[in-house]
């Protein structure tokens, strides 16, 4: 059905939980499906300046999630276009997609408004077996940087997205009863103040809020004929059987409705130099996932859990071909209580084109909320 995805080499998943993926440095993992839905991000290709990727574990860098590798996706600031800009496509299969961008620069003061509308009808429909996979998302989001001195910048951001895409309880080969969809909205508050101190070392102080609110409701029929279906019987036969337990037939709805989930994260983070050669870089962080979810026949589920986590990185070239690399993390959360994760590595640039690598990761990844 056509959603985007996002591996690294040896573990092809759709929904990825060893990766970290961020944007601007805030994780945009969806704690209810301890995913990204990248289609609810709210950000189109002109938008991103660059991404940052990491192969291979980055858990001391960004977390539990980076086992295997992460990935920031990098915006374009308001400082890089000034005025309007506007795009419109259309295509097949009702294909439908507009979005704007406006742009304006003060003294001391930028700011950037951007949305969009996307839309598109999925696969073509099969009288058979119709899929309603067509998808919608819209979007608005607001960006500002503030630099009051010579020495600070205040990064601040909120969005918002409402989508309504197809999901599926199977994997492969699925049946189109069971894809079903979600409406799913979405909002999110980021703001990143960075000090430069007198000495060129600096700290970093980051907080984000993401909030979703999911509307899922899957009417797999009267439970007899589901029950019929999946055990291949006669319905009146699946009915027989439901009312010699005492069970009355009743319409199977699955999935999930007026559910949300939320995550907030502080994280400080300081910068430096030792001599010319070397730079670290230390931090600690604490984050709070809170999800309530109605799973199957409705039994209810509202949970939360709170992490900390203290990280340091070091870099030194001793000479012109090398570079040599450290990290550490220790975490502490409520499932698994205390672990850790530490990488080491070395980098022979042969010439600037070429780089040999030697690298030894250790990663502990901590199930996320929805696992647990």
């Given at each position: ?19 970290e993926v961020k944007v601007d440095g805030r994780s945009v993992y969806e704690p209810l ?62 294909t439908q997609h507009i979005s704007a961008t406006y742009s304006g620069i003060k003294e ?114 009267l439970l007899s004929e589901y029950l019929a279906r999946e055990e291949e019987r006669d ?138």
């Amino acid at each position: 059905y056509g959603r985007p995805a996002i591996n690294y080499h040896g573990f092809p998943q759709e929904y990825s939980y060893r990766m970290e993926v961020k944007v601007d440095g805030r994780s945009v993992y969806e704690p209810l499906k301890n995913a990204v839905l990248w289609s609810t991000l709210g950000i189109e290709l002109d938008d991103i300046d660059y991404i940052e990727v990491i192969r291979g574990a980055n858990a001391p860098a960004d977390g539990a999630n980076a086992t295997t590798a992460s990935v920031n996706i990098i915006t374009k600031t308001p400082l890089s276009t000034e005025g309007w800009q506007v795009q419109t496509m259309v295509g097949d299969w009702d294909t439908q997609h507009i979005s704007a961008t406006y742009s304006g620069i003060k003294e001391g003061f930028s700011y950037k408004i951007n949305g969009g509308y996307r839309y598109n009808s999925g696969f073509p429909e099969i009288d058979e077996s119709p899929v309603d996979d067509d998808t919608e998302t819209s979007y608005l989001n607001l960006r500002s940087i503030i630099t009051p001195t010579l020495y600070d910048s205040i990064d601040l951001q909120i969005g918002y997205s409402n989508s309504n895409i197809d999901m599926a309880n199977g994997g492969r080969g699925i049946d189109p009863s069971e894809i079903y969809k979600w409406n799913y909205n979405n909002y999110y508050l980021f703001t990143d103040w960075k000090h430069r101190l007198a000495n060129q070392d600096s700290f970093e102080l980051l907080f984000y809020y993401n909030h979703s609110d999911i509307k899922a409701l899957n009417n797999l029929g009267l439970l007899s004929e589901y029950l019929a279906r999946e055990e291949e019987r006669d319905p009146s036969e699946a009915l027989s059987i439901l009312t010699s337990v005492g069970i009355e037939d009743f319409e199977a709805i699955v999935g999930i409705d007026d559910s949300y989930s939320e995550r907030s994260d502080l994280e400080f983070r300081y910068k430096g130099q030792l001599g010319a050669n070397t730079r670290y870089m230390w931090g600690l962080a604490s984050r709070y996932d809170r999800m309530k979810i109605i799973e199957q026949y409705a039994n209810a589920l509202d949970v939360a859990e709170s992490s900390q986590r203290l990280f340091s990185n070091i870099e030194t070239k001793p000479s012109e071909h090398w570079t040599l690399n450290a990290g550490v993390m220790i975490e502490y959360n409520e499932i698994v209580n205390q672990y850790g994760s530490y990488r080491l590595s070395a980098n022979y640039h042969i010439n600037p084109s070429h780089t040999l690598r030697l690298a030894y990761n250790h990663g502990e990844r901590s199930p996320g909320l929805y696992e647990a």
